[in-house]
Every structure is written in structure tokens, then in C-alpha cells.
């Protein structure tokens, strides 16, 4: 049966309403899906509708930027209650900080002399802002792509590019992510369940015994083995990894948008599927399912 436990949406850095995506979802054959838009469930209701009416069983979600120490990674969580106030006292928090750090970026660049409307694009995001829409809104203003075109000495601009030169610079500010200490999820686990899952963690170089074993004393119930982020090796690797350590195998698109144009490769899809029977204990979050 083909799953998909990571998926984004314009509620945070996806390109898709909640409804396109459950379309989507049906053409590819999907039968169990979670919307894990970074820090906030403001599509989760969207989502499950839309999912429900095709036949999908939708899985309540969400994603994490969590630290350890000075350790940062990504984390998913699974079938908790997604209306408890501490929660969203949480993720409000989170947001804040964000806005914050957006609003510092977006000066330092206007002050260097580019054309931003600060406050207009700080508007269209009432909760988590993502940097790739940032990036969007900056280069939407003819002037700043002649601009970044010229300072880049590139006649096509990637997204990776200017976010590392504008955004990631200390020239004009590093726009951190908001992390949230993971010792606060785990307190907060406790209050409102479900199942947290170490996400993509060969991409982020996560795949490391002392970290793994520390997590799992902490109560974390799962890894993610399949991604589309991952290679071969980190794939088999984080599989012997989760079964070392009983964890609950999870596999996710980390889907957020296809590309358009004339690619024959649109996205992931076009080439990567995951099947619930490779997945051990993924009933755990995903419950039977008949086939």
C-alpha cells in the first residue's frame, strides 16, 4: 500500500492548497497521507476533508525545527491532539520569533538597496513564513532580479543561490529557523500524545549511535528510513539503525511542489513511491488499513 507521511502546503514552504495536494495524492495512488507543514495545523482540517472525500486516510501532522545541545534537526510528529492550547501557545511563539528575524532580513536588504514592501509581505503570512516564498516575494520586484543577476553574474537565478547570498549572509542577516528546545516537545508529548519521528536524518546528518540512542531514552518512537533526501546507503543504514533501536520506520516525500515546464521529471513521484510492508511497526501511526 502506497503511503506518504510528509507533505507541505502553502500553509507553510509548500506550493499547494490542501485540497490540490489530496488530488494529487489520488492520481498517484496513495492511500495514507499526513500534511506536515513546518510549525502550524492550520491546513490540517483542509487536508482531512479533502483527503476523506477521495478515499485517502489523512494522518494529523506536523513538522518540527527542534535543537539538542547545539544540535539542530527536524522532527515529525504524529496523532496528537492538534486543538490543546499549549500547543498552539507554542507554535505561536515560534512564529513570533520568525516574523521577528523575517522583518530584520527584509530591512537589512531594503537598507542595501533593494526594493521590498516590508510590510506587504510580512501580511500575506499569518503563520509560519517560509523562506522559499520570501525568496518568491524578493525576486517578484523586477528591479531586485536584475540586481541579484548582476551581483551573482548569473543569467538564471536558483532559488539555493540567493537564498545563501541574501539570506544566509552576514552581510544582511542569517534568517534562522525558530527551534524550539526538543525537551519542551517531549514535556509537551506527555500532555497531548502521539508519535514523534527523527526526520530525514540522513540528510541531516543525524544518523549517529550516541544521538540515536539518546533520543530514543528521551521517548522518541520512530525514525523516518525512506526520503526522498536519501541516498541508498543512508536509507539501508537508517534501517538498521531503527531496528537496532526499535524504532517505528516511516518514509515521506518531503513533497512541496513540481516543477513545471518540460522536464520529464516533474517530481518525486515520477520516480520514488513508499510502500507501508517495508516499513516496520508504521500500523503504530498509521493503524490497519485494508488494502
Partial sequence: MLIDLQLHSIYSDGYLHPHQLAEMLQKKGIKVAALTDH????GSGQFADACAKRGIKAINAIELYVKLNHKRFNILWYNFDKNHPDLHKLLYATHIKRRANTRKTLIALKKAGFRLDIDKILDKYNRYIPINHIVDDFLSEDFNVLRVKKQLKEKILREEDVMREYFFNSKYGI?????????????????????IVLNHPGKNNCLKRHLLERLKNMGFDGIEVISAHHSIGATMYAQYMANEYNFIETGGSDFHK??????????????FHIDSKLLKGIDKIIGKIDN
Fill in 258 to 271: 513540481s516543477e513545471g515546464g518540460l522536464m520529464p521529471i516533474q517530481n518525486c513521484y515520477d520516480y
Fill in 39 to 42: 510549525n502550524t495545523v492550520g
Fill in 175 to 195: 534568517l534562522h529557523e525558530s527551534y524550539i528546545n526538543i525537551e519542551r516537545v517531549m514535556a509537551l508529548k506527555k500532555k497531548i500524545g502521539g508519535q
